[in-house]
């Protein structure tokens, strides 16, 4: 298992906008976790299989924690309509390391724990000092030209990512945005 420092894992539930009930509430998951990153202060690593590896069971974990999160709220994965991806790396790593635990096994892990997604998971990346935030897409799991389930997500983590650190996070989201009424244009 990788060498996780801290998880993260918070709800909101948006219950109105613009003054109007939202009915059933809009719901967005975020599960964060700070982790070691195995490649930090090496140079340039050709080989980044030990951080996909690593993905795929940071994001196993997470994509666990978000569901039971949703079930305390009496929701299931069946119910996420949208999802989303984000990662920061420390000063002692590079971009690329993010990009090798975003993209090639993370999304399997996600897919399998909400029981489907057939579109791309969207995402983002970038290098991060403690406190840094990223702010992460979201899209409909199904369809990415789904305008209802367009939006986003910021994470933060007050003493994460150490220069030695990744932090990985994930957002489900359920219902879409509050109150979506933009159409496609026909």
């Known amino acids: 298992m990788p060498e996780i420092r801290s998880i993260t894992v918070t709800t909101q539930e948006v219950h109105r906008e613009s003054g109007v009930a939202v009915t059933p509430p809009t719901v967005k998951v975020i599960a964060t976790a700070v982790v070691t990153n195995p490649l930090a202060g090496k140079g340039l690593v050709k080989d980044l299989t030990e951080l996909e590896l690593m993905s795929a069971e940071v994001t196993t974990l997470l994509s666990a924690r978000a569901v039971a999160a949703l079930e305390a709220l009496g929701l299931s994965a069946s119910d996420v309509r949208g999802y989303g991806k984000g990662a920061i790396v420390g000063t ?63 994470v933060s983590i007050g003493d994460a990512p150490r220069a030695n650190e990744m932090v990985i996070s994930i957002v489900l989201s359920v219902g879409g945005r509050p109150h979506a009424r933009v159409t496609k244009v026909k």
Do not use: C, Q
């Open 92 to 154: 002692d790593g590079e971009l690329e390391h993010t990009a090798a635990v975003l993209h090639p096994r993370f999304g399997a892990p996600v897919r399998a724990a909400i029981g489907g997604g057939a579109d791309i998971i969207p995402g983002t990346k970038k290098y991060g000092v403690p406190g840094s935030s990223i702010t992460m897409p979201i899209g409909n799991k199904d369809d990415r030209w789904e305008f209802d389930d367009m939006d986003s997500a910021e």
